[in-house]
């Protein structure tokens, strides 16, 4: 019995790891930005769907590799996981992260 319980915590682990990079309703892991203003960002998501995402330069937290940065720092062609606020019927960022290699790739193909 003891085997079988080991069995589904590993899988229950293994989805979750799965999980934090596939895209659900309220997170977009991996868009590319295709456009930035003061009030809303444009993103292609890996499903090749375009979604427009209302921001706010106070709500709207962006780290690159966790380190809070400005939304300044968020370009076209960067690709960023956003994670949307659930509460709000509006699709709207409360989370943009970035790494620094992929902002990095991104900036120097253009």
């Known amino acids: 019995m003891a085997f079988f319980s080991n069995a ?5 682990r ?3 790891v799965e999980d934090s990079n596939e895209d ?9 930005v295709v456009e930035v203003t003061d009030a809303r960002l444009s993103v292609i998501a890996r499903s090749g769907v375009e979604h427009v995402i209302a921001i706010d330069r106070t709500d709207t937290r962006v780290t690159i590799d966790g380190v ?3 939304l300044k720092d968020v370009r076209e062609g960067d690709l960023i996981t956003v994670e949307l606020d659930a509460n709000n019927p509006v699709k709207f960022a409360r989370n943009i992260s970035m790494r620094s290699d992929q902002v990095e790739v991104a900036r120097n193909r253009r």
Do not use: L
């Open 24 to 32: 659900t309703d309220t997170r977009m892991v991996d868009a590319k």
């Open 14 to 16: 293994a989805a979750n």
């Open 8 to 12: 589904a915590a590993v899988s229950v």
């Open 68 to 70: 809070v940065v400005s």
